[in-house]
Each structure stands twice: as structure tokens, then as C-alpha cells.
């Protein structure tokens, strides 16, 4: 049982039920978009570029195709997060929505430049449903098993997305569809996924957390309790009235600690990128497609499942800190054998794998998956919290997009290999230093905002 009676003691009790089921599935389908549009132009680039008839991509054209979705992200994530402060089901939908108009566009786009500035729109959709989804998945969930819901609700969801990008080329490439419509029908079929919940988003019910908490409607959310455990509550949760501002301050450290672990987590993941395909991909004759279903296939979603079996058991403090140690280890491993495995692709590949399961399980699974944001912060700021989370995502997919190309050339592959080795110790030791345990906690005890003590805040302020 919870160590402290708080007024949603009945969801937070509650055993999975048809309701949390949907519930995942309604999040996660547009989680699944959002893995999805953010690999395809990733599979489809060469084709992208011969289309349109460019022999030699320059720096700031990559970047800006690279950068304008995660930029997008950003954006959305920070508007979204205000918005959501007034309803999270009010804006629920209008990001797959978005998503979906976005995606649909890139297939008539006429130049490259109007395809970034698609994805640039599209971007925003997932920012918005970065902050949306994990924020009303945790709100719903009991603290049993909240957890492995937002992990598999997010991380696999998204990675799954991620492998039917590759999926589907291979299948458009099987049929001899040309290859300018190989491109268009990839990035526009993001937006099937996106529409196939846009009705259910629509249906899902208010969060009870945010009914009482902020719109102080304490009755609907009773009902809304009622609808979902099929026992009524006796007594009303209350209103929480305490301005955000001084609410976000007492827990601003937490929060940002958060945000900066998902920022070190992108920066490391992207070593995937770096060395994957260029030292291992290219040696044992896989195409930058199927080395991408390789990882994603034997890997990455493997990875991310053990931290769904595991986040509720061991904890999330726990899975963090020999996450990040045990990838910086295969990373060691990696800089210390890689001339070895340039002529041993299995070797290479063993160790590719290594640290792709040991980064999904741990980091992946518990920052990247946005667990972090929702749990540590109280719902009177939590899409606040969420939204500045998802910014330190971006900001780390962002540096590693733009520094470490630049430190390849300074530091070489062995050196760069090993500073991402130490700034996955820093993600550890941090996490170690900072980061509470919410493993079977309530969001309220976690965060200190119970009826009780919101009671005893409002009492001493007046």
C-alpha cells in the first residue's frame, strides 16, 4: 500500500484494467507516429536528395533537415506545456491531428527547403504529443505498474514506429514503386497512424489529477474515479491553488536534473549513428535500411523491453544508474577493440548490441522514455515540468547533431568514443546524487501533494 493516504488512493490501487489497456493504446499509436516520422527521412535521404536533384548535400541544408523537426519538437513541446496547464484532454488530439496534416503534406513537397519547413510544422505535432502523452498515460496509471505503462506506452511504441519506417521502404522497394514515389508514400504514411486514434484522443476521459488539481472541479473528477475503478469515492480531491511559479521552484531541481539526463542520454545514443553504420553496417554488406532493422529488431526494442520488465521491480533510480554504467563500459569495450572489430564484423556487432540494450534498458527506458518529467514534479506544474524535459531531449539530439561531427575531427572515433563514455558516467553519477526513487510511489507522496499537505500550504499562506 502507499505510504500516504492521498484522494486517489482508488487509482492508484487499481489493477489493470480494459480502461489502462485502451489507454495505452490510445498514447501509444501516436508515440508510434512520432518514432516513425522522426526515422523515416532518415531511411529515405538519398532517395530525398535524387529526387530533387542534389549530387552533394551542403552542411546547412543537412542540418536544417536534420535539425527542423527537433526544432519543431521544441516548440511544441514548450506551447503545449502552457496549454495543458488548462486541460490536457482539451489539446489531446489536436497533436496527432497536426501530425497528420503535416505528414500528409511532405508528400507534394517541391524542394527541400519545403520539406523542412513540413517537418518543421510536423515537429511541433510531436513536441505537443511528447509532453501530452506521458503526462495523461502517468495521470491514469495505478503506481504499481506505471512504470512499464509509460515505457512500453513510449519507448517501445516509439522504436516500433521507428522499425516499420524501414519496413515499409523495403516493401515499396520489393514492389517497384519508383523511387520519387518511394520517398513520398514513406514520410506521408505517418499520418495512417496519427489518424487511426485521433477519434479515440478525442473520447478519452479528462484526467482526474487535473480536474481537481487545477480546474478545482472536484466532483467530475469523482466521476471520473467512479468510471474507472467502478467504485465511488467518498470525499472530493481539492483544488490546488498555490501559484505555479512558487510550486515549480520547490521542485525545479528535480525537474531539470530530469531534463538533463534526457539531454546526456541524446548525446550518447547518437554514438549509434557514428560508428553503427560506418564501422559495422557497411562490413558485413547491410545497406544503411537494413542495419537499421538489425538494430531496432535484435537491439534497441529487445532493450527497451527488459526495461519494461524490470522498472517496476528494481526501481527507476536503479535501471538509470547501471544504464548509463554499463553503456559507458561498452563503450570503453568499443573504443579499445574497435580496430579489432574493423576486421571482425560479429565482434563489432556484439558490441554495437551491448550498448544499444544496455543504453534501452536503463537511460532509454527511464529519461528517454519521459517517465522522469511526469513522475518528479506535482500536477499543478507537471506539463510545465514535462515540456521543459522534452526541450533537453532536443537540445541533446541538437549537440550531438551539430558537436560531434565536429569532435570526430579533433578527438578522432577512439577519443570521441570515450568522452561519450565519461558523459555517461556523469548520467549515473547524477542520477545517483539527485534523482528520488517513484518505484510503487504515488505521484502524490512522490511529490509531496496530497489533500493534506496542499491543505497546510494554503492554510500558512493565508
Not at 527488459?306 to 561498452?330: E, H, N, P
Not at 565482434?347 to 522514455?369: D, E, I, M, R
Not at 570526430?408 to 558516467?425: M, R
Amino acid at each position: 500500500m502507499a505510504t500516504e493516504a492521498n484522494a486517489f488512493a482508488q487509482l492508484d490501487e487499481q489493477p489493470i484494467r480494459r480502461f489502462h489497456l485502451l489507454t495505452l493504446l490510445t498514447t501509444g499509436m501516436g508515440v508510434f507516429t512520432d518514432g516513425y516520422d522522426l526515422s523515416s527521412i532518415g531511411v529515405v535521404l538519398p532517395l530525398v536528395l535524387a529526387s530533387f536533384g542534389i549530387d552533394r548535400i551542403s552542411g546547412l541544408q543537412s542540418g536544417a533537415l536534420a535539425g527542423s523537426a527537433l526544432v519543431g519538437a521544441a516548440v511544441g513541446a514548450l506551447l503545449f506545456g502552457a496549454l495543458a496547464q488548462r486541460g490536457r484532454k482539451r489539446f489531446y488530439g489536436f497533436d496527432v491531428g497536426l501530425m497528420a496534416i503535416a505528414a500528409a503534406s511532405q508528400i507534394l513537397a517541391p524542394d527541400l527547403w519545403s520539406l523542412i519547413a513540413i517537418r518543421f510544422v510536423l515537429g511541433i505535432g510531436i513536441g505537443a504529443d511528447y509532453v501530452l502523452s506521458p503526462t495523461i498515460m502517468a495521470e491514469h496509471a495505478n503506481r504499481a505498474d506505471r512504470g512499464k505503462q509509460v515505457v512500453f506506452g513510449f519507448g517501445v511504441f516509439w522504436c516500433v514506429g521507428a522499425l516499420v519506417s524501414a519496413l515499409v521502404l523495403l516493401g515499396l522497394q520489393a514492389t517497384g514503386v519508383s523511387p520519387d514515389l518511394q520517398w513520398r508514400i514513406v514520410l506521408g504514411a505517418g499520418a495512417v497512424p496519427a489518424l487511426s486514434v485521433l477519434y479515440l484522443r478525442r473520447r478519452m476521459p479528462e484526467t482526474a489529477r487535473f480536474l481537481a488539481r487545477l480546474a478545482g472541479d472536484g466532483q467530475t473528477a469523482r466521476d471520473v474515479i467512479a468510471g474507472i475503478t467502478g467504485r465511488p469515492i467518498e470525499t472530493a480531491p481539492i483544488a490546488d491553488r498555490r501559484a505555479w511559479q512558487e510550486v515549480f521552484s520547490q521542485h525545479a531541481r528535480k525537474i531539470f536534473c530530469a531534463a538533463l539526463l534526457w539531454l546526456l542520454y541524446d548525446i550518447i545514443i547518437y554514438a549509434s549513428v557514428l560508428f553503427g553504420p560506418s564501422v559495422i553496417a557497411a562490413r558485413i554488406g547491410l545497406t544503411p535500411v537494413a542495419f537499421q532493422l538489425v538494430s531496432y529488431g535484435l537491439f534497441i526494442i529487445p532493450g527497451t523491453l527488459v526495461g519494461v520488465a524490470l522498472i517496476d521491480r528494481l526501481g527507476r533510480k536503479l535501471l538509470l544508474v547501471w544504464g548509463f554504467t554499463l553503456g559507458a563500459g561498452s563503450l570503453a569495450l568499443f573504443a579499445l577493440f574497435q580496430h579489432v572489430a574493423a576486421g571482425n564484423a560479429l565482434l563489432g556487432l556484439c558490441l554495437f548490441g551491448l550498448y544499444n540494450v544496455t543504453l534501452s534498458a536503463g537511460p532509454g527506458a527511464v529519461a528517454g522514455s519521459g517517465l522522469l518529467g511526469v513522475e518528479l514534479s506535482p500536477t499543478r506544474v507537471r506539463s510545465i515540468a514535462q515540456s521543459i524535459t522534452v526541450v533537453g531531449g532536443r537540445i541533446g539530439a541538437s549537440i550531438s547533431a551539430f558537436l560531434i561531427p565536429l569532435l570526430l575531427g579533433i578527438t578522432g572515433v577512439t577519443g570521441l568514443i570515450y568522452i561519450l563514455a565519461v558523459v555517461s558516467l556523469i548520467g549515473a553519477m547524477l542520477t545517483f546524487s539527485v534523482i528520488p526513487e517513484g518505484k510503487r510511489r504515488s505521484l502524490e507522496e512522490i511529490n509531496g501533494d496530497s489533500d493534506a499537505k496542499i491543505s497546510l500550504a494554503r492554510a500558512a499562506a493565508e
